[in-house]
């Protein structure tokens, strides 16, 4: 079943594959007025061989792109951000006129263990358009991010 994803609903869900956090992923997903949604396990163990006149395609459009691209940051979060992924919000944005990707990471919560998000006068699509691209490749070595405190990405917001 191919299903339409809209861009302003999954920057509000969390999708998972197992039932194994369910009461804690729905807890922190209502803490932050965002939805659950359960997505099949890949199935790996019935791959079926390609003949030599086979050739197996894969085309997405928008929607579809976008989501990879951001299940992918989520999948990635530890290595690209040097965090641990339990422990961080993510947030993010797409200008498809620039072709510009931006992903967040910021502190889950704070010492008292109150869920901490983004303040809202952050708008992701203007500080894309205020920063340099942190780096040239997702593939480098090097650190990929840029840190900015909350008050600076505020003003990069105007």
């Given at each position: 079943?191919?299903?339409?994803?809209?861009?302003?609903?999954?920057?509000?869900?969390?999708?998972?594959?197992?039932?194994?956090?369910?009461?804690?992923?729905?807890k922190i997903a209502k803490n932050h007025d965002m939805f659950v949604r359960k997505i099949p396990?890949?199935?790996?163990?019935?791959?079926?061989?390609?003949?030599?006149?086979?050739?197996?395609?894969?085309?997405?459009?928008?929607?579809?792109?976008?989501?990879?691209?951001?299940?992918?940051?989520?999948?990635?979060?530890?290595?690209?951000?040097?965090?641990?992924?339990?422990?961080?919000?993510?947030?993010?944005?797409?200008?498809?006129?620039?072709?510009?990707?931006?992903?967040?990471?910021?502190?889950?919560?704070?010492?008292?263990?109150?869920?901490?998000?983004?303040?809202?006068?952050?708008?992701?699509?203007?500080?894309?358009?205020?920063?340099?691209?942190?780096t040239v490749s997702m593939y480098d070595d090097c650190c990929k991010y840029k840190e900015y405190?909350?008050?600076?990405?505020?003003?990069?917001?105007?």
């Amino acid at each position: 079943m191919n299903e339409i994803i809209d861009e302003d609903l999954l920057k509000k869900t969390i999708e998972f594959r197992s039932e194994e956090n369910l009461d804690e992923i729905s807890k922190i997903a209502k803490n932050h007025d965002m939805f659950v949604r359960k997505i099949p396990p890949c199935n790996t163990d019935d791959k079926c061989s390609i003949d030599e006149n086979t050739v197996r395609v894969i085309k997405i459009g928008k929607k579809a792109l976008f989501e990879f691209i951001y299940e992918h940051m989520i999948d990635e979060t530890e290595c690209h951000m040097n965090v641990d992924d339990t422990s961080v919000l993510t947030s993010f944005d797409i200008d498809w006129e620039r072709g510009e990707f931006i992903f967040c990471a910021s502190k889950l919560d704070d010492k008292f263990g109150k869920f901490l998000k983004l303040p809202d006068e952050i708008d992701l699509k203007k500080v894309m358009k205020n920063i340099p691209d942190t780096t040239v490749s997702m593939y480098d070595d090097c650190c990929k991010y840029k840190e900015y405190t909350k008050d600076k990405l505020v003003e990069l917001s105007k």
